[in-house]
């Protein structure tokens, strides 16, 4: 089709706005805010990613990973942050695990999906799961470590790249 200056006309293709998100931090009371986001953002249209960095790498631990690592300095982060979906502490007021407790019965009242449940709500949805590549080498974690249907490890150009992009860029 031509217009009528007879120059092509393109075609008007509706490109989705992006959002990334920047998750640092393995604590119950982040990975709700993040996941919640990326799949409201996802559902809404967006096209998203989380890149997950840091002690945010612990939402992505399965939980059978067991201790991780090579060296004892690897192993012994792995065993003072376990991570998996079911194993986030809180931030704040975790005493021993019992805030944690308290927030997922609390979650379960009024029907706040886990994070285990946005997890693959995310997926479904389609939103891209990126570990970093850089941290998981740092921590000692193989992607056998890490939970299925995850995109390949990336890096933090990665990252920015996709974010100079972005309508939406947040660090959480």
């Known amino acids: 089709m031509t217009t009528s200056t007879g120059s092509p006309e393109k075609a008007s293709e509706q490109v989705p706005d992006k959002m990334v998100l ?3 931090s393995g604590d119950l009371d982040k990975a709700w805010p993040v996941l919640i986001l990326a799949t409201t953002g996802a559902a809404y249209g967006m096209e998203v990613t989380v890149f997950f960095t840091f002690w945010g790498l612990g939402i992505l ?4 990973a067991g201790i991780t690592g090579e060296d004892w300095r690897q192993r012994m982060l792995s065993v ?7 194993g986030l502490q809180l931030s704040t007021l975790n005493f021993g695990g019992l805030g944690a407790r308290m927030m997922r019965d609390l979650a379960d009242d009024h029907k706040v999906a886990s994070v285990q449940e946005l997890l693959e709500m995310a997926q479904q949805l389609g939103v891209k799961l990126w570990p970093c590549q850089m ?5 000692g974690l193989a992607p056998g470590d ?3 249907g ?3 490890p990336a890096g933090a150009g990665s990252a920015i790249s996709l974010m100079k992009q972005a309508k939406i860029s947040l660090f959480i």
């Open 146 to 148: 890490l939970i299925d």
């Open 80 to 86: 003072f942050r376990r991570g998996s979906p079911q």
């Open 61 to 64: 631990k399965r939980p059978d």
């Open 22 to 24: 920047i998750a640092a």
């Open 135 to 139: 941290t998981m080498d740092l921590m």
């Open 150 to 152: 995850l995109d390949e």
